[in-house]
């Protein structure tokens, strides 16, 4: 991460966006244009390759360069880097590289797969801001199944996409290489007596695909969206 550091400049952001990339080029780019499509400015966006040849190809060909410099016209920050070997285990030091490197005041999650509704940053952002909460967490909805996934403070019942988390929470913790790390974060964060509340928004995060390492939200869907 200290080679990544020296591009970033010491500047306070609302929020820091982490999404680690893996293959999958063409959702990579609709998760960007969901970012960029975010109704409120301020915020810092980054997106570390896991060691992936294709995202590497497209840095080298400039294909990133006009969403950084969209971002910027809005007072927004984009950055995307790639690490130099893949280390698997669904992109846990991309996110362990992306909290060393978050300089907004918050820090939200976003994977590759995903999208983002229009109002995520606002949403998530007004659940917590204000408040004395160190997490914040909320449902999500799973696309394929017109469903929503109702989080819960346990195992298997929440994700990274789910949270806001205050970065001076975070700084310092490492998620480890291993199935369940994002419940490792928040079970660390309970067990530091972090103060934590859910939201009852309705979910701005959309999940567009399931099966695979994603099987389990599919289980997890519990309530049907009319």
């Known amino acids: 991460s200290e080679k990544y550091a020296q591009v970033l400049m010491k500047v306070n952001y609302k929020l820091t966006l982490i999404c680690p990339c893996y293959k999958k080029p063409q959702r990579t780019l609709r998760a960007i244009e969901s970012v960029l499509n975010q109704d409120l400015n301020g915020w810092e ?60 005041k918050y820090i939200v999650f976003l994977d590759n797969d995903d999208v983002l509704m229009p109002n995520h940053f606002r949403n998530y952002l007004s659940a917590i801001e204000n408040t004395e909460n160190d997490m914040v967490y909320f449902d999500s909805f799973i696309e394929p199944t017109n469903s929503v996934r109702n989080s819960d403070l346990r195992y298997g019942s929440i994700g990274h996409s789910e949270i806001i988390v205050k970065t001076e929470r975070l700084k310092g913790y490492k998620q480890k290489p291993e199935y369940g790390h994002d419940w490792g974060m928040i079970e660390y964060l309970v067990r530091s007596k972090a103060r934590i509340e859910k939201s009852n928004s309705k979910p701005t995060y959309v999940i567009k695909a399931i099966g695979g390492e994603n099987a389990n939200r599919e289980r997890l869907a519990e309530s049907i969206i009319d």
């Open 45 to 104: 966006a980054l997106f570390v390759g896991d060691g992936c040849e294709s995202f590497e190809k497209m840095m080298d060909e400039g294909v990133f360069s006009r969403f950084s410099e969209q971002a910027l016209k809005s007072g927004n920050e984009m950055y995307f880097m790639n690490l130099a070997q893949h280390t698997g285990f669904w992109g846990y030091e991309a996110r362990n590289i992306g909290i060393d490197l978050a300089r907004g």
